[in-house]
């Protein structure tokens, strides 16, 4: 009987960037480019590490997951972007709407386990290295990207789950640029107090414990780095991490922004800011933080760029 006194909702409006038409065609444009360059320089990693034999490493196969990965994470909602600026809808379907919710979060969630795992590995690289063929072998490495996937892969299926049994009443107005699920539970009608919960257990846990296992990989590494009597040494290791160190800061910095910052420091603006910046600017920037300063991943580049012009003449 509770459902016959609902009145269904066959779709919601995405209001996150709500502007004049001149605006709206910058946007355009600017998700365009930002799109079209991060699948750019994410195949182009893909297409390197694939095709040098000297790159099949621990390191370049976690680098390649996580291009993978970003080039998924802004196919969720880049399109869709586009999409509505072109038609000038903000209209997007119920069942569009939850499975974009459900791809965002797994592929969030798996930049998180990767950028963790990452972290580890430069962990033993470099706390490690007499040891680091022993520990790193091919099963671990496998074990490290194959159980991050079906954790993030069951993971949103519950929250899916969760939410498609909910009712939705008239308002439809989501205030952000994507189905995202704490915008989502508040125009429920009905009752989400163990769906708050379980979103604040389970996101809570998987967000915070790799920060944490991170943070304890650096610190062993600063450590280690510390006993090294050398300045150019020290230098020489802190470059090795600046790629993915610059891109935990961007990650986790953003997202921090958006769902650990208290509630009244919280605006449609700077949500949707913060969010452009952890879903579709830090998968762009990826790809070319660790081209630019990597040079084995430069010359490789290289190699595979003149291998590829001597065929085509």
Request: aromatic share 10%; glycine share 2%.
């Amino acid at each position: 009987m509770e459902k016959e006194n609902h009145t269904s909702v066959s779709e919601f409006l995405l209001l996150g960037f709500t502007s004049s038409p001149e605006n709206q065609a910058l946007l355009f444009a600017l998700f365009l480019c930002l799109y079209l360059t991060g699948i750019f320089g994410n195949l182009l990693i893909l297409l390197v590490t694939a095709s040098n034999r000297h790159l099949h490493t621990p390191m370049y196969f976690f680098l390649a997951n996580l291009s993978l990965v970003d080039l998924c994470l802004p196919s969720a909602t880049v399109p869709k972007i586009l999409l509505n600026i072109q038609t000038q809808t903000q209209s997007i379907s119920y069942p569009g709407c939850l499975a974009q919710m459900y791809f965002c979060m797994m592929f969030a969630n798996m930049d998180n386990f990767l950028l963790t795992v990452m972290a580890y590995d430069r962990y033993v690289a470099i706390c490690h290295p007499l040891h680091y063929a022993t520990i790193m072998t091919q099963f671990l490495c496998a074990s490290l990207v194959a159980i991050p996937w079906v954790i993030a892969i069951l993971n949103p299926l519950l929250h899916t789950l969760m939410i498609a049994h909910l009712h939705f009443c008239a308002d439809n107005i989501i205030h952000h640029f994507f189905c995202d699920i704490n915008s989502l539970l508040p125009l429920s009608c009905s009752d989400t107090t163990l769906n708050q919960l379980i979103v604040l257990t389970v996101v809570g846990l998987l967000f915070v414990v790799p920060s944490l296992c991170i943070l304890a990989s650096y610190s062993c590494i600063v450590s280690m780095v510390m006993k090294i009597p050398s300045l150019s040494g020290k230098l020489k290791v802190f470059s090795n991490c600046g790629s993915h160190l610059a891109l935990v800061i961007l990650f986790y910095g953003s997202i921090t922004g958006v769902y650990m910052s208290p509630s009244s420091n919280h605006s449609t603006e700077k949500d949707s800011a913060a969010s452009v910046i952890f879903m579709i600017v830090a998968p762009v920037l990826n790809s070319f933080i660790y081209s630019l300063r990597n040079n084995e991943l430069k010359r490789a580049l290289e190699k595979t760029l003149s291998q590829r012009k001597i065929f085509s003449q």
